[in-house]
């Protein structure tokens, strides 16, 4: 098999496991004696914890060691993480799910991102991190329906057996050994890459970080909210997960559009658009509890959270210094795991005292201002 198509495979099924765990583990804590809303926070913010501390020495591992060993040790995280609650129902495991699965995620994350980048000619980049996107969106679909139902059939101790057992070929074809290395860049001699915060001088770098930062808290609030919104108004998981699937359905839909749009519209007026459309869907979410306007406001949302990535991907890995593109993947990573780690926790907080209206139209506002800023650009 070739490279592409096998990475694609091996992280639609972790993503369905590591996406999965984080929809259940919601759920779950929220059936716990004194659970709520902040519990719910603090377990999305666990996910993130380490990552946000951990993913530029990632980065750097993987420019030097290569990809297979980050993406095994990665997926034997994620399957150990998802059968923990299986074994041990419990509060207290959810958050060590919570930190092994996001840990072992990340590296399964930007080992692939970077093995992408490293074997695509620059010309064919944008094409296939869309079709790594795609991969994104195929299990961003496939996780939450499969886990709601799941839980709805069979509990929840079920549900996390049957998303442990979604790493079981990753975990074999890595053993085997079937995904090629990347090629390993070579560092400015024998010097050890400088300080991280160099990668910022490059002015193009800046402004991707500041788009990529207003992007991450809108998944980041997708994420937390849409399952606490849909509880609260009495939606089963079930219909929770029609609901974000029809979020991930969007998402497959603009990134098999990728590659056509991406040679017509320049990335920063796609950024622009996409912001807008997202804006627009934060605000009007509060005012619908049915789940099919929900579907449908999902829907726009996922449209303009799912395009920008392929491009800003490409951009990233062309801008990054020869022998640290995974290193600029792993600073992105930190940046995404550092606003999952604090914005749960400020959005559990302020979701407990104001309801989570008002972080819908505060996230409206945001998104709203990034499209004027890009634009500008």
Known sequence: MRPLPLIVILLVLNHVAFAGSRMAVALFAL?????????????????ALLPALLSVSAGRWIDREGINRPMLLGTAGVGLGTLAPFVLPGLPTLFFTAVLVGLSFMLINVAAYHAVGEMSAPEERTVNFSYVALGFSTSTFIAPLLTGV??????YRAAFLILALFTVLPLLALWARLLPEAQRQEQRGSEAPGPVLELLRDPELRRLFIAMAILTVG?????????VYGAQNGLTPSQIGIVMGSFAAATFTVRLAMPFIAHRTRPWPLLAVSLLLAGLAYAALPFTHSVGLLMLITFVLGL??????????????????????AEALGLRTTMINGSQTVMPLVFGALGAALGVAPLFWAMAAAMLAGSVFAKRR
């Open 219 to 227: 998944w980041d609030i997708y994420n937390f909210a849409v399952p």
């Open 31 to 47: 059936q716990q004696p004194g659970a709520g809303a902040l519990t719910v926070g603090l377990l999305m913010a666990v996910y």
């Open 304 to 325: 303009g959270l799912g395009a920008p990535q392929p491009t800003v991907l490409t951009l990233l890995h062309q801008s990054a210094p020869a022998g640290r593109a």
């Open 150 to 155: 799941s839980i709805d059939a069979l509990g």
